[in-house]
């Protein structure tokens, strides 16, 4: 049989356009109707010499910003450019940067974008505390259309950023082969087998046995993973498939029928994965479960074969189908036809890539307005440089002066063996304050006040110890924010090292809990400066001590969860012992505080007023069975908000680890 030719969409001039070429004009005519646009995205590469399903992602990516006339740009985990000398990106190389896995915290200056591809249980598995929160520093959540991720991310960032998520879902551009008639249809499965690696019941594993003895099945995948040949036996084993982004479609084409089988996780999620955009690109007939996600996207014109029916009966349905298409072709055609036709009118990549950039617009464009609402000065930036390089620290005041312009005012406190040396290479800084002696540790808030009070002259004033890179945008606007609220605690990623030693960011959203905050991220608190100037009486407050005093004042505090700030924890750590100590204890603020209850009080769509948390986590005096009748009466939502609140009480009673996993099930994570 002669094979059929892979159509590709083509944008070229002077190329004759297949009918298919339209989601690509109307995508190219949104991009134009956006102004101030850069044509560029970035594309974060997390594992850059292994062969993983990402890199095909990417390869899609690339193919639709071709047909787009856009440029990607891929990235190292840590955003700077491949193949430049370590240049971190910025809002002036992209339009975006697109996070696909949740492992990577924003750790630039750029407008970012997680794509919410994972069920919502992989976060639990893996770890739902760190990859959940560094999912969470994002600036936009692209997502597939799933209304459970949505809640989730309503219950996390509000409802201003739930309501403007992107669609995109692993879907592609090109090629696309329009269906054609086969003498013998064939189904394609292509998969990892996991279940054999990790001993769990295999779901599909009868009906794909039954498929291969019955010589139907074409199955592709890797041959061996940790030294396990995980498809061995199966006759129908055609070997494994380059993550190129072509080589799986034309396969698919080839057989003219693929399964598209979800696990568990994706179904409860409402999350599809790759496979059935590319069976309805091959033009081939799907063949799919109970999965909602598939229903809504083609109606009726798939075969339809639950994964809770018997084996026997899951593969009688399949081979009926089968036979009945190779005796009526047309059937099949029909099927496949309607199939790609969806595609190409509702979940062509160029299409839905558009509308990510159609948000970061949106995005971009409030905030610069926001921005330009500010007309004089808003913050002071005090840094007390302790015991860092002089000319680093030059080159960050420069680098902050550049970004905030006049919207900044920048004091240094300096060592007075170095006042001279300042003054005169210093240019960028507004002040410049000695120490009254030799430098031996922080400053404390009251030391620190009534050393630079002369020179504070902001509504908000932030106190840093020259080991913070800022954001400019999210910070100027977390400081605008923050009202006359006496702190705004700001979304931070702190750079630190695993026990490899590799460079680690992790974020933290530091209105979470207030107690834990570390001691080096002070630079992601905007102090109102009037309440400040009459808060610091005490000698031995801690700057974590002035933030409870203002939980204690207020019993809120208002919670800006962008990532504004990044804080190298290694520095900090360089920093010798004694000049970290505080000069007298803290004070016990913490057995004053007190809860105020009420829900979030937005502000705006970029900063909420949230109830204080708690000193004591709140479910240390709760019962199992109060729990559970709590549970009962919830929505779903506020189920939600439970188990972000329960997933972060640390330390958690014993009962309350005993119970999570019959908690989980009952709000509907497994």
């Not at 600036?139 to 949505?150: K, L, M, P, V």
């Not at 690696?197 to 890797?222: Q, W």
Request: net charge negative; proline share 6%.
């Amino acid at each position: 049989m002669t094979p059929n030719p892979v159509v590709l969409i083509s944008s070229s001039p002077g190329v004759t356009s297949t009918a298919a070429s339209d989601p690509v004009t109307r995508a190219r005519q949104r991009l134009a109707d956006l102004p101030q646009l850069h044509r560029a995205f970035g594309v974060i590469r997390m594992w850059p010499d292994q062969a993983v399903a990402e890199h095909e992602n990417i390869a899609r990516l690339r193919d639709a910003a071709r047909l787009l006339d856009v440029q990607l740009i891929e990235l190292d985990k840590y955003g700077h450019i491949l193949g430049s000398p370590r240049n971190r990106v910025t809002n002036d190389d992209v339009d975006f940067v697109l996070h696909l896995h949740f492992e990577t915290a924003k750790t630039y200056d750029a407008t970012s974008v997680a794509a919410m591809w994972n069920p919502t249980q992989f976060y639990f598995d893996w770890g739902f505390d760190r990859h959940w929160n560094n999912q969470m520093s994002h600036d936009i959540f692209a997502y597939t259309g799933s209304s459970e991720i949505r809640k989730l991310v309503r219950a996390s960032r509000g409802d201003a950023v739930a309501d403007d998520m992107p669609l995109l879902n692993h879907t592609l551009a090109e090629p696309i082969i329009p269906p054609k008639k086969h003498d013998a249809y064939r189904i394609m499965y292509c998969g990892i087998n996991w279940e054999k690696l990790t001993n769990k019941p295999e779901r599909h594993i009868g009906v794909l046995r039954e498929l291969d003895n019955l010589d139907m099945l074409d199955v592709y995948g890797p041959e061996s993973i940790r030294g396990i040949k995980v498809w061995e036996g199966y006759k129908g084993y055609k070997g494994s498939i380059p993550f190129d982004g072509r080589t799986i479609i034309r396969r698919i084409s080839e057989a003219g029928v693929c399964l598209v089988f979800s696990s568990e996780a994706h179904i409860r999620s409402g999350i599809m994965s790759n496979r059935l955009f590319e069976a309805m690109a091959g033009g081939a007939v799907v063949i799919g479960d109970e999965h909602p996600f598939i229903a809504q996207a083609l109606g009726t014109n798939y075969i339809r074969v639950p994964s809770s029916l018997p084996n026997k009966e899951r593969v009688a349905l399949i081979t009926e189908a089968i036979e009945r298409f190779n005796e009526h072709p047309e059937e099949a055609m029909a099927l496949a036809e309607a199939a790609q036709k969806q595609l190409l009118a509702s979940y062509h990549l160029c299409d839905q890539l558009a509308g990510v950039f159609e948000a970061a617009s949106r995005h971009r464009r409030g905030s610069e307005a926001a921005i330009a609402s500010v007309s004089s000065p808003l913050v002071d930036i005090v840094i007390q440089p302790v015991n860092a390089d002089a000319t680093s620290i030059l080159g960050r005041v420069t680098q902050l002066s550049d970004m905030l312009k006049d919207t900044a005012r920048i004091t240094l406190i300096v060592d007075s063996s170095q006042y001279d040396w300042y003054c005169s290479r210093c240019k960028h800084a507004d002040h410049i304050v000695p120490l009254p002696g030799k430098q031996g540790r922080i400053l404390t808030p009251h030391e620190c006040v009534a050393l630079v009070r002369p020179f504070l002259s902001c509504p908000k004033t932030v106190f840093m110890l020259g080991i913070e890179e800022v954001f400019a945008e999210p910070f100027i606007m977390a400081c605008r924010d923050a009202g006359d609220h006496p702190v705004a605690l700001l979304g931070h990623s702190l750079k630190h090292h695993d026990g490899a030693g590799n460079v680690v960011y992790d974020f933290v959203r530091a209105a979470d809990n207030i107690p834990s905050l570390h001691d080096a991220a002070i630079g992601s608190v905007v102090f109102d400066r009037a309440w400040l100037e009459h808060s610091v009486a005490i000698h031995g407050t801690s700057w974590r001590d002035v933030c409870k005093a203002s939980v204690m004042e207020t019993g809120t505090v208002v919670d800006c969860p962008r990532t504004s700030v990044v804080i190298d924890i290694k520095a900090y750590e360089r920093i010798p012992e004694e000049i970290r100590r505080a000069a007298a204890p803290p004070l016990d603020l913490q057995a004053l505080a007190r809860v105020s209850a009420g829900g979030k009080e937005p502000l705006t769509a970029n900063a909420l007023v949230v109830p204080s948390k708690p000193t004591n986590d709140p479910y240390r005096e709760m019962t199992q069975a109060s729990l559970l009748e709590m549970i009962r009466t919830m929505d779903q939502e506020s189920k939600w908000r439970l188990t972000l609140d329960l997933y972060k009480a640390i330390p958690l009673p014993p009962w309350l680890r005993n119970t999570i996993t019959f908690f989980r099930k009952r709000v509907g994570i497994r």
